[in-house]
């Protein structure tokens, strides 16, 4: 009861829309976490990931047969208007050069772009082909999740110390370990837009500016929305992003700012507001998570969300992370996955035939035209 309340106070506010608008969100494409099994049993006998976290246990790079496998699911479904399901897949255009890095004995922070990660990790060096297919097919769309989806100050600073719990991951190809240090407002270090002086927030902005240059280079397209890293963020970087001709702004339900020295501050944005700068919030009011918890019935917890948000003539933008159809680290929990999504997207489609299948970018376009 206590959770359906909370997902009808999520979609309250704001104006109404006269549409049923299903819009998927699925974050940390291009991004590496844990590189492999051996890897992941290492760093757990070290204590360094917890054996219950779900990100740890299957998170990973994806491969070409993840994006296939994904894009099957979507083809096979159309709205009243023949379009597909869309994935808005946010990226991370960068991952740590660890030989570099290494190179210059930790002074130096060296990155390389996430087409490149894919050719050194088996199975996925025909992924960004795969994924520039299924781009031309509207079946996957990118937007900017971030330069890196860590924080590259901290992180170096810990290497540069010594600190042998990182390096022990760093000789793996690995950063996401857990941090539960006083001075780490979170429980590791991928909050990239986190930080706690003008230094640090210089370098945020600045990776902004530089990855959404990259973005367009590598897509040939300008990034219309974005999601910050783990959800944290503030003013400063809404208005680096506004400079850059950004106006769509995803989150989760609850906003986490930074407030160097103490605790993160907390904001609940909604769809369709606007900050004071004119950009558009769009908060995702459902979850298809399937691979954080397998106790829950993600398809029946979806349809009710997304049921809700109708109800108060809300989009139903629905969160999915990537953890939920890569597959290198357990392909059966993969397909397990995939097949709840069929099954989510026959219950819907048989539920409300009206609905329209939309991108992030253009429910975006949606509201900027409607409101």
Known sequence: MKQTVKKHLIN?????????IVVFESDDWGSIRIPNDTIKQELLEEGLIRSKDAFSKFDTLETSDDFT??????????????????????????????????????????SEPFYKTYLSYPGSENAFETLKSGINQNLITPQFHGKEHLNVVRWMDFL??????????????????????AQNRRGNLMAAYDYENDSELDYVKRSIREGLKQFEEIFGIKSKTTVAPCYVW?????????????????????????????????????????????????????????????????????????????????????????????????????????????????????????????DSPTISDFYNANQ
């Open 69 to 110: 496998s994904l894009f099957d699911v979507l083809k096979s479904f159309k709205d009243k208007n023949g379009n597909n399901p869309v994935i808005t897949a946010n990226i991370i255009l960068n991952n740590p050069d660890f030989n570099t890095i290494k190179e210059t004995n930790f002074e130096e922070y060296h």
């Open 234 to 358: 503030d003013e400063h970087v809404e208005k680096t992003f506004l400079a850059e001709n950004v106006q769509g702004l995803q989150s989760s339900y609850q906003q986490n700012i930074p407030s160097p020295g103490a605790a993160f501050k907390k904001r609940y944005p909604y769809s369709g507001q606007k900050n004071k700068l004119g950009q558009l919030y769009f908060v995702r009011n459902s979850l298809f998570e399937p691979s954080i918890n397998a106790n829950i019935d993600w398809v029946e917890k979806c349809m009710e969300s997304i049921a809700i948000a109708f109800k108060w003539g809300k989009p139903a933008i629905i969160g999915t992370h990537r953890i939920n159809f890569c597959g290198r680290l357990d392909i059966n929990q993969r397909n397990k996955n995939l097949e709840d999504l069929k099954l989510l997207l026959t219950k819907m489609l048989k539920k409300w035939p009206e609905i329209e299948f939309m």
């Open 12 to 20: 309250l506010r704001g104006s109404r829309i006269n549409k049923k």
């Open 160 to 181: 540069k110390a010594g600190d042998q719990r990182y390096h022990f991951a760093f000789e793996r190809g690995c950063f996401s370990i857990d941090e539960k240090s």
